[in-house]
């Protein structure tokens, strides 16, 4: 096995870490193989590739789903400079509803965390010119997109540094009412 596997404490959110070799030339890793994330994937296919470059250290992207029918998994890697990479668990019924959990991932390091449908997604710039990989199970539909505010009560998100360069659309998304009981994936 190249890929390893590490369990979030949020069902179907995994970190995934690649096996680094190298010799005298420099080094080989293997970041993505359907097979060795079959059971992680429960039978989905990557379908697209995104690439988001977010320069200033502190600046917030998220929280971000599609709602079903195009709810997509995302499997997403840092490949220049470091961020602080959440997920929040929006599953109608889940046993962690809306609880967060967060992974620092950074350019080099070989990991990736793995966001299951019916989870949101974010992250925080930690350094300088932070460039993230994503590879989706669902393209982007632009109707089905959904979103929770960075700053929720009912998440209670602890974010590292105090957000900033947030869009008006993430701005704009509504705060979790006392009436939320999760989106069905």
């Known amino acids: 096995m190249n890929l390893k596997i590490e369990q979030t404490g949020i069902d179907g959110a995994v970190v995934v870490s690649s096996t680094r070799r190298g010799d005298e030339r420099g080094s080989f890793a293997r970041?993505?193989?359907?097979?060795?994330?079959?059971?992680?994937?429960?039978?989905?296919?990557?379908?697209?590739?995104?690439?988001?470059?977010?320069?200033?250290?502190?600046?917030l992207?998220?929280?971000?789903?599609?709602?079903?029918?195009?709810?997509?998994?995302?499997?997403i890697r840092c490949i220049a400079g470091r961020v602080f990479d959440v997920v929040l668990d929006l599953r109608a019924g889940s046993p962690t509803f809306l609880q967060w959990?967060?992974?620092?991932?950074?350019?080099?390091d070989d990991r990736?965390?793995?966001?299951?449908?019916?989870?949101?997604?974010?992250?925080?710039?930690?350094?300088?010119?932070?460039?993230?990989?994503?590879?989706?199970?669902?393209?982007?539909?632009?109707?089905?997109?959904?979103?929770v505010r960075y700053d929720d009560p009912r998440a209670a998100i602890a974010w590292p540094l105090p957000p900033r360069n947030l869009s008006a659309r993430d701005l704009q998304h509504p705060l979790l009412g006392a009436d939320f009981n999760g989106i069905t994936p």
């Open 61 to 75: 992207r998220g929280m971000h789903f599609q709602h079903a029918p195009h709810a997509e998994k995302k499997l």
């Open 31 to 59: 970041w993505f193989c359907e097979d060795e994330l079959a059971a992680v994937l429960g039978g989905s296919r990557i379908v697209q590739a995104n690439n988001s470059v977010t320069p200033e250290p502190g600046t």
């Open 112 to 147: 990736a965390i793995l966001i299951p449908e019916g989870c949101a997604h974010g992250f925080q710039v930690l350094e300088a010119g932070a460039s993230l990989l994503y590879l989706h199970t669902a393209a982007y539909a632009p109707h089905a997109e959904g979103g």
């Open 101 to 108: 959990r967060a992974v620092e991932l950074a350019a080099g």
